[in-house]
């Protein structure tokens, strides 16, 4: 169960099938490091002041998020044999039905050791305190499916601009690596011309 629909609508106890590593499972992970992972995260204050989330989606752009993916270094192969994976990269806002979006890069053939990518996407955010970040490498199969490599999620309120190396979290278990990584570029710009309440 995808949890943010919940947080959407104030709702914070969700219950979550934590065994699972999962997109979710990723997500409440991203929501609690807000604080460092020590327990209870407040509510965003639009919810606290009692807007509507569904009136949310009627707002004016506040965000304009891009995100430039550079490069990758030491993404392992998910399948432990000898083939040289073919990563490329998903990008994904969730929150609003209005926020959310999806991008994923070109693949990359035979180069886990250093891919370079150098591409730019742009979201659109009508309310930022409610979007979380996702990136996921993921190794391109022509003949099967795609492998997972690896991901990393973080809210948008808690990004800051510039360059960042991002460690991923790799394996059935989701384990940080201290060298599987990809390196990005986050610019924003926020505007006050909504109603909503201001970041």
Known sequence: MNPIYSWILGIQCVAMNVQTFDEATDLVNALFRINGNCGYVLKPKSLLEGQNPNQLIHEKVRMRLKVTVICGQYL???????????????????????DMKLFKTQAINNNGFNPVWNETFTFELKCPELAILRMTVIDYDMT????????FSVPVTSIRQGYSLIRLRIGPERQEDDAASI???????????SSATKL
């Open 76 to 98: 392992p192969n998910p399948k432990l044999d000898n083939d040289i994976i073919d990563p490329y990269v998903v990008i994904q806002m969730f929150g609003l039905p209005s």
């Open 183 to 193: 390196l990005v570029k986050i610019t924003y710009e926020e505007y006050a011309n």
């Open 144 to 151: 099967s499916r795609d492998d997972f490599v690896g991901e």
